[in-house]
Nanobody
Framework: VQLQASGGGSVLAGASLRLSCAATGSPAGLAGMAWFRQAPGKDREFVSAITWFGLSTYYADSVKGRFAISRDNAKNTVYLQMNNLKPEDTAVYYC?????????WGKGTQVTVSS
């Protein structure tokens, strides 16, 4: 399984970005996909998650109301729409999938928000 994340960039506070993460291979065994982020000098933290079937979504309190996670099952892709970005959202964003109860991580994509 390989994950390809994209969509990061440098923006001003208040701007929007959409991250994408595409998983290669069969969707068999996929339970969910999630986004995490890691800011310099900090631990990696949970941002958002979505189940592969059904409509369950989860968000960290810090991004509720600003970020929206979605998925395209046909493309094995998960998206993270990030609106009203703040400087504290600056981090490397990583996607993760859970497939047959095993975690797979993608390489991160940098998001930098300037005030």
């Amino acid at each position: 399984v390989q994950l390809q994340a994209s969509g990061g960039g440098s923006v001003l506070a208040g701007a929007s970005l959409r991250l994408s993460c595409a998983a290669t291979g069969s969707p068999a065994g996929l339970a969910g996909m999630a986004w995490f982020r890691q800011a310099p000098g900090k631990d990696r933290e949970f941002v958002s998650a979505i189940t592969w079937f059904g409509l369950s979504t989860y968000y960290a309190d810090s991004v509720k109301g600003r970020f929206a996670i979605s998925r395209d099952n046909a493309k094995n892709t998960v998206y993270l729409q990030m609106n009203n970005l703040k400087p504290e959202d600056t981090a490397v964003y990583y996607c993760k999938i859970v497939k047959f109860a095993k975690d797979y991580w993608g390489k991160g994509t940098q998001v930098t928000v300037s005030s």
